[in-house]
């Protein structure tokens, strides 16, 4: 099966941020108030997987940009690659490789969002690692996100009970986000590994998986447990 698709939506919000704490660091004071984004985001992707829900073999690439200046108060451009593939190996198991690279930025001397920037870390990202805790901080540790991210994610899916649609998974990501101060290099990216369940139920797709994080810092979790139902694998 292949799709070919391609599409562009509009985008208006007004986000507010308050209750700053005092000691709070001056990338983080600069976003308190009210900022409105006005912008565009045009996408396009080729789809060749056999399923859409639960897919044994072709692939998902796809590229995704937004524009934000068309009025308002923020300013700046964002780009992500994403690419998925999925191999049939034996005994009805599925090995699948996905790897994701972003950049975001902004211009006209207008400071990026902070809700705009790239955290890594979660079930969506990098599991086994904390929201943002893939990423840089501000000087007091706090998770700003990064401006680039690279996310690399490996499964081999394998059935548990066919006749409901049990799987179990084995997985290794690494990834990470970078500040634009910051060198970015494929051998800085935070490893985790791990192992779940999944369940295409009749209430939608069911995640639980519990990712290990292979380069703990002295405020992590050496695991994490996550689980999410209703969005897709």
């Known amino acids: 099966m292949l799709f070919r698709s391609a599409n562009i939506t509009y985008n208006f ?21 009210s ?16 399923n859409y829900l639960d897919p044994t073999s072709g ?13 308002g108060d923020n300013y700046f451009g964002k780009v992500l690659v994403d690419s998925i593939w999925y191999f049939p190996v034996i005994w009805n ?11 975001v930025s902004g211009f006209q001397g ?5 809700y705009e920037r790239f955290y890594v870390g979660g079930i969506n990202t990098v599991r086994g690692l ?26 081999l899916i394998f059935p548990i009970e066919e006749n409901i649609n049990l799987k179990g998974v084995l ?28 369940w295409l139920s009749p209430f939608g797709p069911i995640r639980l998986e519990w990712g290990f994080n292979l380069s703990q810092k002295s405020d992590e979790n050496s695991s994490k447990i996550e689980f999410t139902m209703g969005g897709l694998f």
Request: glycine share 14%; charged share 30%.
């Open 171 to 198: 997985f290794f990501d690494a990834g990470r986000s970078f500040d634009k101060t910051e060198y970015v290099s494929v051998g800085k990216l935070r490893p985790t590994t791990g192992f779940g369940l999944r």
């Open 110 to 114: 207008k400071k990026l969002p902070l």
């Open 130 to 155: 904390g929201f943002g805790e893939g990423g840089p901080r501000d000087e007091e540790g706090e998770k700003i996100g990064g401006k680039t991210e690279i996310i690399f994610n490996t499964e």
């Open 59 to 71: 692939s998902r690439n796809a590229l995704y940009t937004t524009y934000a200046g068309i009025g």
């Open 13 to 33: 919000e007004n986000v507010k941020i308050s209750g700053i704490s005092e000691d709070a660091s001056t990338l983080i004071n600069e976003q308190a108030g």
């Open 35 to 50: 900022k409105i984004t006005s912008s565009i985001s045009p996408a396009i992707w080729r789809d060749t997987r056999d």
């Open 93 to 103: 198991t599925t090995f699948s490789v996905r790897g994701r690279v972003g950049y």
